[in-house]
T-cell receptor, first 114, second 110 residues
Framework: DTAVSQTPKYLVTQMGNDKSIKCEQN?????MYWYKQDSKKFLKIMFS???????INETVPNRFSPKSPDKAHLNLHINSLELGDSAVYFC?????????????FGPGTRLTVT | GQQVMQIPQYQHVQEGEDFTTYCNSS?????IQWYKQRPGGHPVFLIQ?????EVKKQKRLTFQFGEAKKNSSLHITATQTTDVGTYFC??????????FGQGTTLQVKP
């Protein structure tokens, strides 16, 4: 069983479109995250939810909107896609929102905006 | 803001050679985590260090946490082609989020 799953794995779309990425974890974790990894492999946190409550909201354009319908799911909706949004987006989860918990990453969604 | 720096960015070694990546934080860390990302894969947790001066080993991998808890290193003895990937260190900020280093990408020539 996959611990953290994401769909789709690849997403190719045109500028201006709206798209969503879905994430689910079956680990029973309370905290979920969205990370963006750019072409230089730099991993930057975007959002974090703990028990469906938004706890981290980094400096991310408001075209990005996360939604957590329950603590096992965290989706990411992106409006008006831009070329600079092309990246790999990773969902992750951890047991709780504390400094010492390891994070489990999903397989990633490679977004290409043309 | 808080920064976590890693060097080198890239390292090419011959199979059997040793490899080390270094991680430095601008602030004292409560702990440091290491992750490995294989090409085309996702980051996978390797280990966490918590105590000042702590040293932990996993087979050919040796992890160290500095005495001041501001730096860490990962050393791989006698690299193998299976060690290929990008190694990240990550430290928690005072708001709890993990701040990742830029990663060191290791290539191993057979």
């Amino acid at each position: 069983d996959t611990a953290v799953s994401q769909t789709p794995k690849y997403l190719v779309t045109q500028m201006g479109n709206d798209k969503s990425i879905k994430c689910e974890q079956n680990l029973g974790h309370d905290t979920m995250y969205w990370y963006k990894q750019d072409s230089k492999k730099f991993l930057k946190i975007m959002f974090s939810y703990n028990n469906k409550e938004l706890i981290i909201n980094e400096t991310v354009p408001n075209r990005f909107s996360p939604k957590s319908p329950d603590k096992a799911h965290l989706n990411l909706h992106i409006n008006s896609l831009e070329l600079g949004d092309s990246a790999v987006y990773f969902c992750a989860s951890s047991q709780g929102y504390a400094r010492s918990y390891e994070q489990y990453f999903g397989p990633g969604t490679r977004l290409t905006v043309t | 803001g808080q920064q976590v720096m890693q060097i080198p960015q890239y390292q090419h070694v011959q199979e059997g050679e040793d490899f080390t990546t270094y991680c430095n934080s601008s602030t004292t860390l409560s702990n440091i985590q290491w992750y490995k990302q294989r090409p085309g894969g996702h980051p996978v947790f390797l280990i966490q260090l918590v105590k000042s001066g702590e040293v932990k080993k996993q087979k050919r991998l040796t992890f160290q946490f500095g005495e001041a808890k501001k730096n860490s290193s990962l050393h791989i003895t006698a690299t193998q082609t299976t060690d290929v990937g990008t190694y990240f260190c990550a430290g928690p900020s005072n708001t709890g989020k993990l701040i990742f280093g830029q990663g060191t990408t290791l290539q191993v020539k057979p």
